[in-house]
Every structure is written in C-alpha cells, then in structure tokens.
C-alpha cells in the first residue's frame, strides 16, 4: 500500500513570493491533515479536513496561508506571501477517520529568504 | 503549562539497556495516546497506540498508561543503535465544538550509545 505522498520535498523561496504544496493521502483515508512542524518541535495542526469540507482549520492563519481539498482526495497548501518565519517542514498526514492512527508523508522542507 | 509535555533531552542510554520516555498531558478527557518515531530529517511514523490503562508490550517496546495521572510512557528494551531517534508522544485531545485534535509534544531525544 502506497504511504502519503508530499511534493515538493525541499522548496526555497524568497520572502514574499508565493509557494504551495500538494498532497496524495493514503488511499481511502477521508481524513487529511496539515500540520507545521518547526525545528526542535513536534508537529502543530493547521488544518484538518474530513472528505472535501475544511471541519478544523481555527490553527491556520487564513490572512496568508489557504488550503483546499476540491475533490476530497488531494490537498494543496498555499502560502502568499511567504515570510522568514515561515520556514520549516510542512506535513501532510491521512486517516481513515478522526480518532484514527494518523501516517504521515515525508513532509515538504521550506526555506524563506 | 502546555498541553502535552515531554522532556526534550538528550537523553542518552547504553546499548542494551532500557531506555524509558515520559509524557504528561493536560486534558483529562483524553482516551488515545500514541508514540511516533522521528529520525532526523525524516517524517513520524507510527510505533505504538494505546487507549487502555496498564501496559501495551509490542516487541521490545512497551506503552504505560495512568489516566489517573496523566502519564504516559514508552519502555524501549535492548536498546539498539538504531532505535537513536526524536520520540514523539501524542494525546487526543478535544477541542471546541467537540471535535478532537492530536497534539504533539515537543519530543525527546534519543541517543542509543554502542
């Protein structure tokens, strides 16, 4: 069974631009997170879908950051624009339902300029 | 006093030995616990679960849960080289509205001495 899949796997932007990642859940898992995980820190939720519909999201800081999941498979993350503290791995994980184990992806390292 | 909390290390243990990793959390309504491995510059994955009070022993780790008060912890036995990691506790716990969200601890460092 093939695990999360996350691309990019390393991004380095400048401060300002844009950027965004995409994630393929494991298959069948109607439950996808983001979470931001920074150096020496355990992973912080950003947003949690169940199917296509956003049910916890009160962690992500919508003035710069989105998300969506239009067909309730992959999930994109976007980030405009980018600021220095941004930089840090971000972490896409499924599950078959919210109390579930959750498996995570490789994550996506981001560097900010 | 945050959520879930663990000693962030470095703790360092003899091969062979056990090694035994401790986490505390907040919210008493908490019913699942889960231990991740980290290796560096790599993503979690999964060692073990455990929703009941006592012990929960899979191969050379064992999981300690005391609802009571509030700890939760993971015996690694015959410690191996391989088993040097960040070692990430996480509680579910629930937030407004009911629903319940998985929080992680800051983690705890592993080093496993040959």
């Known amino acids: 069974e093939a695990g999360v899949v996350q691309s990019p796997r390393y991004k380095i932007i400048e401060k300002k631009q844009p950027v965004a990642f995409w994630c393929n859940p494991i298959s069948g898992h109607n439950t996808l997170y983001w979470y931001l995980q920074n150096l020496g820190q355990g992973p912080e939720l950003l947003i949690r879908?169940?199917?296509?519909?956003?049910?916890?999201d009160s962690q992500l800081p919508k003035d710069r950051f989105s998300a969506e999941r239009l067909k309730g498979v992959d999930s994109t993350l976007k980030i405009q624009p980018a600021e220095l503290g941004d930089s840090a791995v971000y972490l896409c994980?499924?599950?078959?339902?919210?109390?579930?184990?959750?498996?995570f992806g490789p994550g996506t390292r981001l560097l900010v300029l | 006093q945050k959520e879930v909390e663990q000693n962030s290390g470095p703790l360092s243990v003899p091969e062979g030995a056990i090694a035994s990793l401790n986490c505390t959390y907040s919210?008493?309504?908490?019913?699942?616990f889960f231990w991740y491995r980290q290796y560096s510059g790599k993503s979690p994955e999964l060692i073990m679960f455990?929703?009941?009070?006592g012990d929960k022993e899979d191969g050379r780790f064992t999981a300690q849960l005391n609802k009571a008060s509030q700890y939760v912890s993971l015996l690694i036995r015959d410690s191996q080289p391989s088993d040097s990691a960040t070692y990430l506790c996480?509680?579910?716990?629930?937030?407004?509205?009911?629903?319940?969200?998985?929080?992680f601890g800051q983690g705890t460092r592993l080093t496993i001495n040959p």
């Open positions: 919210d008493r309504g908490s019913q699942s």
């Open positions: 994980a499924s599950s078959t339902g919210q109390k579930e184990t959750q498996y």
């Open positions: 996480a509680v579910n716990m629930f937030s407004l509205g009911g629903a319940q969200k998985l929080v």
């Open positions: 879908y169940e199917n296509e519909e956003a049910v916890d």
């Open positions: 455990i929703y009941s009070n």
